[in-house]
């Protein structure tokens, strides 16, 4: 199963002859801390709220030097959103092929996203809140990750669903369960009393209530 290619320009670690291979990994790291602190003002502000001339005043250099390590604020937005996504659908699809058990595996997924979350909330806020700023092919690219990504969890409840385990559910609650971990990034707190693993695990427990139609409690007020 392949994934997207991502059309962003990131400076290469290959060996080059002289001074080529520290250039190189020199512009790559000015690269990542550029996206790092125009991630923390997109999720701060808002894609649309930040200009160029705000990001280069953020990472203290001038607009020639700026436009040397990206080629456009779309471009930069592509590069934050798409790496992280990327990931996941890569790890997602790992564990279909690893954990043969749907209910273990929705723990694996469970753990893989919010662990990601926490550790990189802004560029995470970025990616679900900002992703619909991209156009043409950025956005399609990005689109068919995320499709990709909820095909993950879609495969491993069809799945518990084959072997009797779970229950069928449709396409939009799916998108539901998904969406109570996007969506966190309103609310999380990673400095807070619970660690990424606690939370993952109870959104794993809600899944797994919901997919396997668990009789509701009754309210006790």
């Known amino acids: ?15 080059g002859v002289g001074g080529d291979k520290g250039r190189k990994n020199s512009g790559a790291q000015q690269f990542e801390r550029i996206k790092r602190i125009a991630a923390e003002l997109f999720a701060t502000r808002g894609y649309r709220a930040v ?26 937005l592509f590069s934050i959103v798409v790496r992280y996504i990327e990931d996941l659908v890569i790890k997602g699809r790992e564990a279909i092929e690893t954990e043969p058990d749907p209910a273990k595996r929705i723990y694996i997924l469970s753990r893989q996203l919010m662990t990601t979350i926490f550790a990189n909330l802004p560029e995470m806020t970025v990616c679900f809140r900002e992703a619909d700023c991209l156009t043409g092919q950025r956005h399609r690219i990005v689109s068919d990750l995320h499709q990709s990504y909820q095909d993950v969890w879609a495969a491993t409840l069809r ?5 009797g385990r779970f229950r069928h559910l449709p396409s939009i609650a799916i998108k539901g369960v998904l969406g109570m971990y996007f969506y966190s990034f309103l609310w999380l707190k990673p400095g807070g009393r619970q660690s990424a693993i606690e939370i993952a695990d109870t959104f794993a427990d809600m899944t797994l209530a919901i997919a396997e139609g668990r009789p509701k409690k009754p309210f006790k007020p």
Do not use: C, Q
């Open 159 to 163: 799945e518990g669903e084959k072997k």
């Open 51 to 76: 200009g160029v001339a705000e990001i280069g005043d953020a990472v203290k250099l001038g607009r020639g030097a700026l436009y040397y390590h990206i080629s456009s604020k779309e471009d930069l």
């Open 1 to 15: 199963m392949n994934v997207p290619t991502s059309p962003h320009t990131e400076a290469d670690d290959t060996e």
